[in-house]
C-alpha cells in the first residue's frame, strides 16, 4: 500500500537536523527512513502502510557509529538501496545494503577527503550511466563521477565552485539533482550566507557534468 498523502510522520524519534534530516528509500516493497540521531549513529526504519494509515516499524537499526552526514540512493528496481555516510574526521564510507535489517559493510571511498556535507545521485539515463558525488569541503565545492557506486572508477573531478572567489559570501550545503530529461546537465542547490551580516538565503547553479553525455 502507499503511504498517505498530506500527511506528517514522525519517524526519527532522535533525528539531528544538523545532520541532514534524512532520506527516504525503497528496498523491494518497502519504505524506508534512513537518519542520524544526537549521538552520532546511522540507523534505519521502515514505514508500515495499509488501508490509507502508515506508522513507522516498531524496531529501527543502527548501520555506523560517528556519523555526522548521509545520503542514499535507490537503485532502479528497488533491489539495492547505496548508503554514504561521512564521519566526524570528513572520511566518506559506503556500503550497497539489499535486506532491510541485514549485514552493512561499509567501506571508505577512495580519494575523497575533508568532508564536510556532501549529496550523491545515480543518472540512470547519462552515456555512460554514472555515480555523481558533490562534496563541500568547507572551500570548495568538489564534483566526482563514477563509475560505480564506490568510486573505484572515477570518470571524472571537478570543483564546481570556490568560496575564495568572493569573500563577502560564503556558498555551502550544496544538493545535486539532474531532470529526468537529462543526461549531463545537473542542479546545485545551495545556501548562501553574506558573512557581514549572517543572513542566509537559497539558490542554486547548474554544471554539465565532465565524463557522461
Same mark, same amino acid.
Given at each position: 500500500?502507499?503511504?498517505?498523502?498530506?500527511?506528517?510522520?514522525?519517524?526519527?524519534?532522535?533525528?539531528?537536523?544538523?545532520?541532514?534530516?534524512?532520506?527516504?528509500?525503497?528496498?523491494?516493497?518497502?519504505?524506508?527512513?534512513?537518519?542520524?540521531?544526537?549521538?552520532?549513529?546511522?540507523?534505519?526504519?521502515?514505514?508500515?502502510?495499509?488501508?490509507?494509515?502508515?506508522?513507522?516499524?516498531?524496531?529501527?537499526?543502527?548501520? $555506523?557509529? !560517528?556519523?555526522?552526514?548521509?545520503?542514499? /540512493? %535507490?537503485?532502479?528496481?528497488?533491489?539495492?538501496?547505496? &548508503? +554514504?555516510? @561521512?564521519?566526524?574526521?570528513?572520511?566518506?564510507?559506503?556500503?550497497?545494503?539489499?535486506?532491510?535489517?541485514?549485514?552493512?559493510?561499509?567501506?571508505?571511498?577512495?580519494?575523497?577527503?575533508?568532508?564536510?556535507?556532501?549529496?550523491?545521485?545515480?543518472?540512470?539515463?547519462?552515456?555512460?550511466?554514472?555515480?555523481?558525488?558533490?562534496?563541500?569541503?568547507?572551500?570548495?565545492?568538489?564534483?566526482?563521477?563514477?563509475?560505480?557506486? $564506490?568510486? !573505484?572508477?572515477?570518470?571524472?573531478?571537478? /570543483? %564546481?565552485?570556490?568560496?575564495?572567489?568572493?569573500?563577502? &559570501? +560564503?556558498? @555551502?550545503?550544496?544538493?545535486?539533482?539532474?531532470?529526468?530529461?537529462?543526461?549531463?546537465?545537473?542542479?546545485?542547490?545551495?545556501?548562501?550566507?553574506?558573512?557581514?551580516?549572517?543572513?542566509?538565503?537559497?539558490?542554486?547553479?547548474?554544471?554539465?557534468?565532465?565524463?557522461?553525455?
Amino acid at each position: 500500500m502507499s503511504i498517505p498523502v498530506d500527511t506528517y510522520f514522525t519517524v526519527t524519534p532522535g533525528s539531528n537536523v544538523d545532520r541532514v534530516p534524512g532520506a527516504y528509500a525503497t528496498l523491494g516493497n518497502t519504505d524506508l527512513f534512513f537518519y542520524v540521531t544526537e549521538t552520532n549513529s546511522l540507523r534505519v526504519v521502515n514505514m508500515n502502510s495499509s488501508a490509507g494509515s502508515a506508522a513507522p516499524g516498531n524496531v529501527s537499526f543502527a548501520l $555506523a557509529q !560517528n556519523v555526522k552526514w548521509m545520503d542514499v /540512493i %535507490t537503485m532502479p528496481g528497488n533491489g539495492i538501496v547505496q &548508503i +554514504y555516510y @561521512s564521519d566526524n574526521n570528513g572520511v566518506l564510507w559506503y556500503s550497497p545494503y539489499v535486506t532491510y535489517g541485514g549485514p552493512t559493510v561499509f567501506k571508505q571511498v577512495q580519494g575523497v577527503s575533508s568532508v564536510v556535507n556532501f549529496s550523491t545521485i545515480y543518472s540512470p539515463n547519462s552515456n555512460p550511466t554514472a555515480f555523481l558525488l558533490m562534496v563541500d569541503d568547507g572551500l570548495k565545492h568538489t564534483l566526482y563521477v563514477g563509475g560505480d557506486p $564506490a568510486y !573505484n572508477s572515477v570518470l571524472s573531478t571537478t /570543483i %564546481t565552485y570556490n568560496n575564495s572567489l568572493n569573500a563577502l &559570501i +560564503y556558498i @555551502s550545503r550544496p544538493s545535486i539533482a539532474m531532470h529526468p530529461s537529462d543526461t549531463h546537465v545537473i542542479t546545485v542547490t545551495c545556501q548562501q550566507t553574506v558573512i557581514s551580516t549572517s543572513v542566509t538565503s537559497v539558490g542554486f547553479y547548474e554544471i554539465k557534468v565532465s565524463g557522461i553525455s
